[in-house]
């Protein structure tokens, strides 16, 4: 369903701790935002 419309990114993983919990999703997304633009 969601993965047919995203593909394999770090986003997917942030939308499911996101309705884990609110408080982990930020955590996760500040995390991941950060190390996505340095790799790029």
Same mark, same amino acid.
């Given at each position: 369903? *969601?993965?047919?419309d995203?593909?394999?990114?770090p986003?997917?993983?942030?939308?499911? *701790?996101?309705?884990?919990?609110e408080a982990s999703?930020?955590?996760v997304?500040?995390?991941?935002?950060?190390e996505e633009?340095?790799?790029a």
């Open positions: 369903m *969601s993965r047919t995203t593909p394999l990114q986003g997917e993983r942030v939308t499911v *701790s996101l309705k884990r919990d999703f930020w955590y997304v500040t995390v991941h935002d950060t633009w340095t790799a």
